[in-house]
């Protein structure tokens, strides 16, 4: 395949289905694996052992463990950057905080489309059927490392890939196809240098060390992949995030330049009944109506359980009398996991008054 009908692939993926960034890569064995082992042999995966089970670790060594004939990796980036939410909405703590990501439909199924219309693209770019993977955000592959190879970026302290264009509000996916295509890479310039904001920003420290995040503590696992107790000692450092996390992001200089706020998303919604709910609101949901507010969100993935769970720790972390009679209604609720935190609140607000 030429470099021509290549870049017909890269035009096509930004300017008809809105990638800010594409790399085309050919297939090599995955060089930062033996970083992502160490990793898990700390535990620093927490109780996320779906990144191991089935051969998933294994895979990510090589993405011919995934397609045996694959021969091209397209490696792409996606926006999800929005306006800023005011300091007086993020900092109120009568208001519980989503990560902007959630603001909207689930991206999985609104980037998988696009992935899905890009291999039809080149099928008919190369006139011949593929066989393909398409992945958002959920292959067992390395896709920092991709992404870096073919210029989208670099990483982070915080571990997040980096674009010195865009920032590093993106969604990475990537395309593993069996043909071979014209290799199309960027030289990517920049870097964190001494700049640690990240490190010293996160509440739970969970930036153990460079580009090294312990899951344990971090507050994205915490409220989102964590189905169980949350550790009591970390519940006030979560303050009024109850959906995700993007403190290491709202820090980082990256995501300041003009450039990078340039950047808006198309698909979210910048409506604080989104972004940023009163609690009190929130500790009113019942199955139903969570079902009814959230279906096809990313909220979703923490079912009304996680959610409420989180609201309790918020509320309590709140501690006016408004909170604590939401908190009484949710120490009444049915599932023990928001009663056990609902119940927590209660006592915080207690030792407050003490005070």
């Known amino acids: 395949m030429t470099e021509d009908l290549s870049l017909q692939l890269v035009h096509f993926a ?128 390395l896709e920092r490392e991709l992404a870096e190879r073919a210029g989208i970026g670099f990483t982070g302290n915080n571990s997040m890939l980096i674009s010195p264009l865009f920032g590093s509000y993106l969604f990475l996916c990537e395309i593993i196809l069996d043909q071979s295509l014209w290799p199309v890479t960027h030289k990517a310039r920049g870097g964190c240098r001494t700049c640690t904001k990240c490190v010293t920003s996160c509440p739970t420290k969970a930036i153990v060390a460079n580009k090294v995040i312990d899951a344990r503590k971090c507050i994205s696992y915490l409220t989102i992949e964590s189905k169980g107790t949350i550790p009591e000692a970390l519940r006030p450092l979560l303050h009024n995030r109850i959906y995700g996390c993007d403190i290491c992001q709202e820090v980082c200089p990256w995501n300041d ?39 096809g969100t990313p909220i979703m993935r923490a079912k009304r359980s996680g959610l409420l769970r989180n609201v309790g720790v918020a509320l309590g972390n709140w501690g006016s009398a408004e909170a604590g009679v939401a908190l009484e209604q949710l120490a009444q609720d049915s599932n023990e996991l928001i009663r056990e935190h609902a119940l927590w609140g209660l006592r915080q607000i207690d030792k407050m008054s003490t005070l």
């Open 14 to 141: 930004k300017g008809h289905l809105g990638f800010t960034q594409v790399g085309i890569l050919p297939v090599t064995p995955a060089a930062t694996f033996p970083y992502f082992s160490e990793w898990l042999d700390h535990h620093y995966q927490a109780d996320m052992a779906w990144l191991e089970t089935d051969g998933r670790k294994e895979k990510r060594a090589a993405v011919q463990a995934i397609l045996p004939q694959a021969k091209t990796v397209i490696t792409l980036a996606y926006t999800y950057r929005t306006t800023d939410l005011p300091p007086e909405v993020l900092n109120d703590p009568s208001r519980g905080i989503f990560a902007r990501y959630t603001w909207g439909r689930d991206y999985h199924h609104v980037i998988k489309k696009k992935l899905l219309q890009l291999i039809k693209q080149v099928e008919q770019v190369t006139g011949r059927e593929v066989v393909a993977r398409a992945y958002v955000d959920t292959g067992p592959i």
């Open 257 to 295: 330049t003009a450039q990078a706020k340039q950047m808006q998303s198309d698909w979210l919604e910048s409506a604080l009944h989104r972004q940023a709910p009163p609690l009190v609101e929130l500790a009113q949901l019942t199955e139903a109506t969570f079902l009814e507010r959230y279906q």
